[in-house]
């Protein structure tokens, strides 16, 4: 059985008579126990009584308290969201604003796009243009190049074709020169032959012509030969101009070639495309315009080579036919030459043979020779005439011989005395006409004993030699060189055989 209680009663609790008090549903008490539990039990239950009306009395107050602090957010909730709401209604004008502007900045943008494009168009258009330009102009640069090299290997085998003119021309001259000495030797001798010989004159009167042609031949060659080198010096300095510009357009090739490949790789950004385009379409066109100005030079330079090389051709053929008539004459002047010497051998042997038998119609006239002998010096065991007449080296041995003696050899201080104590101005017996520079006296014996004036013998103008002994000198060195042609006084030295 179940008891409930009430709040304040527990002093006047009665109980029943039974002996067993139940104290929970499974248990019962002892009546003897019942009365001190029950007591115990009041108290309890007042005190949970009292506890629970506590709490009921905090809850009540902490209810209070969070609906007094729910109205109080509510109330900040409401003035924040106000606020918010107003701030909200500011921010979407501004965003309507905003839209409003980026629509219209997009709608330009949109336009700016499509100008963009269609100036990109345009400008990849002229691009292509000017690529296909510059392909031309690169190929017609490549063209003009191959056919420069060709002018300048054509120039060269010109130039060495030239040079051997030159040296062909040189070798001319050379054999001119000595042909011309042999050709005054010649007159020289035939100076000497003059008088017995009239047609030799006239022979020499052509040579002179002849010399006088060749010289003036020469001098033409000499002027042709001068211009050749001015011009291959032009071409020299051309060639070297030409080899600058070529490498420049290397150059310039080259940086068209970075430049088209800059191109290629900037399509990403339009505005920069637009200007790498319009600064390259900028370049492009002037080096399309230098390189215009280069080709018409190249043009023009090949043009004034090809004149260069027609004219070049031209003397070249000159030369050629210069070259053949000189060389023509050159054999004429050999064969002249050729036959000349025969007739000069000829006179020569009839020359010796008319003194040989003269020296022997002497020697069998003695009385000739007694009349002769008057006229002489003696000095030692020798015998001098000194002449009248004046006559060339070559006659007056002649004489010499003639009369049984030769010219004067001078082999001892004493004789080299007697002789200036006679101070006439005659040729003696000592010549280098077989040898430059060697001395012989008339008998073929060597020069030993030396008496030659101060710079003597100088072969003067490379035309003397044979000696002439001079008068008048404070010294005994009294002997000089001159050319055989001239007409002296001379000397003959006879040594009668010792009896
Ligand atoms: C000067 C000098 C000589 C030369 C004659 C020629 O006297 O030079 O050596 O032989 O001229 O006339
Ligand atoms: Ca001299």
Redesign the pocket.
Known sequence: MKHSKKCGDSESIAYSNFDMIEVNDSTYLDKADQTQGIRAGGRRSRLAAVCLGLLCVLLLITIIVICVRSVREKEAMDQTISSLSENCTAERETLLSSITTLTEERDQLKNSYKDLSEEKDQLKKSNKDLTEERDQLTKSNKDLSEERDQLTKSNKDLSEERDQLTKSNKDLSEERDQLKISNKDLTEERDQLKNSNKDLTEERDQLKNSNKDLTEERDQLKNSNKDLTEERDQLKNSNKDLTEERDQLKNSNKDLTEERDQLKNSNKDLTEERDQLKNSNKNLTEERDQLKNSNKDLTEERDQLKNSNKDLTEERDQLKNSNKNLTEERDQLKNSNKNLTEERDQLKNSCQNLIEQKKKDQQKNPIHILNDLASWKKFGSSHYYISTEAKTWDKARQNCRERGADLVIINSREEQEFIKRENKYVWIGLTDAEEEGVWKWVDGSPLTTRFWNT??P?N?AKG?DCAVFKDGTSTLQTW???PCCYENLWICEATLPSS
Request: without cysteine; proline residues 0%.
């Open positions: 710079g003597e100088n003067y003397e000089n060189d001159l």
